[in-house]
């Protein structure tokens, strides 16, 4: 009886006992119980018979799921059990089968139950809905062993940790058009604790596998989900084009579980990051386009992609990152009404000599930096290739990256702009910034190499190396010292 309240009114039984045994002991409340009990019985009967969906069972009520497309399946059409323990890769696949063959006359919608359902990696189709119900979780299986070994990236060359072939994703699609992964905030969990401690002891020995990743596809959207605890990189669209993402919930321990990036939009173009809480052990966000050699030859930018109200937290990396795999180039990239809290670095765009490609027309706008130690960063040192076929000519290109409304408190650094001989930093532009300091009041205004502008006051008082305008945008002093270096790893 007990189970037909939510989750809500479940905890609170748990948490005071003896209270609740003495209010139900009183007539009053046990009529209000019944009569409870009562509506929700035929409300739940009644709504069922009208969509004809079976989503009332004995002990709970279920949130319909809503008919999304014109052909409906249920995982457990397939055999599927959501009891944690039986292995349901075969449901999957034979549901993901039955869709496929319906081609783009509206497409087919997966339904996933409340339940456990373990399962290995499969593959979507096009013009398909997984539909994920409240309280439905998909647990990757642990075993590597059933996890397939792919080929590399192309635009990596070799798996991001080992040469050779990588484990591929738990929810994978190639060459697919029209996806859908949503639901009443059901989980995708990749048990990746496992994964993480075998990568720690190096006795894994190949790249580690994302959460879910579609490559060479358009027209995704992912929404009203959450994706936990994956063994690698969350959620990787490689390659795709026209992706939203929106209202998911992505989560993994703040340390401990290396690389669990959030998303990776990594040589997209026309992506929409939007209204998603993001708390991770690697940065929140990453954009990419290849490595080195492999991505130059790829030559796949990241292009038009816009992340706008995101709060996200990475003790151990950044909120946002461009970078600093980033050779086929990274252009027209608009980050806005962002909060990033207690976290190491809050916007940070990464590469180094051997690179090549761009980071350009990059435009971060009312961000919120709180308890964060580096708040804006620009490195071009981060020396990490894949062998040493790199070529140490290919210098990459940053320029036009504009910060307005930069706000917050509690932060130890908030610029350090480190550009180098090689790689100069050009047309950075400051106006609106007011951060609150945690820390010393000098050098914490970092700059190298870097040449650009402040319209109007800030806080803190700019590096010597930008020009300074006014709120008009007439300039008031011209630097003379673009190339000098103030950068204090240090503080
Ligand atoms: C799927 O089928 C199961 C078993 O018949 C039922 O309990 C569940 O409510 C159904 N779920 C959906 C979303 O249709
Ligand atoms: C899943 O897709 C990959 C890449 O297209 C393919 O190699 C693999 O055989 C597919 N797996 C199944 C079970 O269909
Ligand atoms: C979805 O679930 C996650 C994890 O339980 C939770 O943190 C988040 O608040 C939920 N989102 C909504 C919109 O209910
Ligand atoms: C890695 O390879 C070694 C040597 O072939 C093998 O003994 C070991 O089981 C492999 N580890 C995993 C996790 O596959
Ligand atoms: C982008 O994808 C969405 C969802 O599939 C679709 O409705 C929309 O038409 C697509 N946009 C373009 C420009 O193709
Ligand atoms: C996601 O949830 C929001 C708020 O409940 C709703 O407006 C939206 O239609 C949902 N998206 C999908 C694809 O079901
Ligand atoms: C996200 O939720 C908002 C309402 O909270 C809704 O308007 C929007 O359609 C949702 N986005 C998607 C892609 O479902
Ligand atoms: C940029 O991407 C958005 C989707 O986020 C799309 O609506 C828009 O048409 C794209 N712009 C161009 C020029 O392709
Ligand atoms: C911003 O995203 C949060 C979810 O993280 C959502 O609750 C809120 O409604 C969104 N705000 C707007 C203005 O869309
Ligand atoms: C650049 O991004 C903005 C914001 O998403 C978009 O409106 C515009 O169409 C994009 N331009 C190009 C050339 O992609
Ligand atoms: C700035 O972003 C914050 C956090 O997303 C939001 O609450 C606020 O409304 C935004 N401010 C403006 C002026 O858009
Ligand atoms: C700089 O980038 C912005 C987008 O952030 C774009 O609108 C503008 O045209 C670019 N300026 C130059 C000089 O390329």
Redesign the pocket.
Known sequence: MVEIFPSGWRLQFQQHPRWLMGLLTTHRTLVLVFSIVGFALVFGWQTSSVDGLAFFRWGTVARPSPRLRAALYNLTDFGGVGDGKTLNTEAFERAVEAISKLGARGGGQLNVPSGLWLTAPFNLTSHMTLFLAEGAVILGIEDESYWPLMPPLPSYGYGREHRGPRYGSLIHGENLKDIVI?GHNGTINGQGQAWWTKYKKKVLNYTRGPLVQLMWSKDI?I??ITLRDSPFWTLHPYDCKNV?I??VTILAPVSGAPNTDGIDPDSCEDVLIE?SYICVGDDAVAIKSGWDQYGIAYGRPSTNITLRNLTVRSVVSAGISIGSEMSGGVSNVTVEDLIVWESRRGIRIKTAVGRGGYVRDIFYHNVTLNNVRVGIVIKTDYNEHPDDGFDPKAVPIIENITFSGIHGQGVRVPVRIHGSEEIFIKGVSFEDMSVGLSYKKKHVFQCSFVEGRVIGSIFPAPCENLDLYNEQGKLVKRSMSQNVTDIDYNI
């Open positions: 949503t959207i929404s009203n939203t929106s209202n209204n």
